[in-house]
């Protein structure tokens, strides 16, 4: 992977990373319940499922990417239309109050870990996502495995820093999103960078 490419791939690893989603309201719920030291065992539990995640799309789609530059075309381009839907859905997405669950602070670190776990690996969006969009990234005249490894712990080190974020300024995130003015503006913001991405994607090449 040239320094392009992994510069290209980090800064999508931000975008999707920042975006607001399952594993963002989890840690910022675990943040409130039980603080920023005890509660960041829920970051580590999503990092785990993330790189479960990583592995089955690298085990499943090295082979076929090596061999057929048409199907490397169509995920490119399904990713970018992917995307899209998602910044479509996020600049429609209504107003709502996002509900924390309160719990009892006696939860362990273990159960925290398996709880961000569970959290990761119950969305099947997030290995299609994947899916969609680490191929785009592989230099194909090299190994790939050795790529996966980078994209993974880059991706990792940067989802660990926004959560570490989410989970220690959850009180303050929240009290921002109670304005229905300001949550539109959040939801069009992150549209915005969706689509973005997307045409960041439309213009990698194998």
Not at 34 to 42: A, Q, S
Request: aromatic residues 12%.
């Amino acid at each position: 992977m040239s320094y392009q490419l992994w510069l290209g791939f980090m800064l999508a690893c931000w975008v999707i990373s920042i975006s607001p989603g399952a594993g963002a309201i989890a840690s910022m719920s675990s943040g409130l319940n039980y603080g920023f030291r005890r509660g960041y065992w829920n970051a580590l539990g999503l990092q785990l499922a993330l790189l479960l995640q990583i592995g089955i799309v690298a085990a499943g789609a090295g082979v076929l990417f090596a061999t057929s530059p048409w199907a490397f075309l169509a995920v490119k381009w399904f990713g970018v239309a992917y995307l899209l839907y998602l910044a479509y859905l996020q600049w429609r997405a209504p107003v709502q109050n996002i509900a924390i669950a309160h719990e009892q602070p006696t939860k362990s670190a273990a159960k925290l870990v398996m709880s961000g776990f569970l959290v990761n690996m119950s969305n099947p969006k997030a290995i299609v996502f994947l899916l969609a969009v680490l191929p785009q990234f592989l230099d194909l005249s090299r190994p790939q495995w050795p790529q996966y490894l980078i994209m993974a712990v880059t991706m990792i080190c940067i989802d660990l820093i926004v959560m570490a974020g989410y989970t220690g300024l959850a009180a303050k995130v929240l009290r921002l999103l109670k304005s229905a003015k300001q949550q539109k503006i959040m939801n069009k913001s992150f549209a915005t960078l969706f689509a973005g991405a997307a045409i960041l994607l439309s213009l990698v090449h194998q």
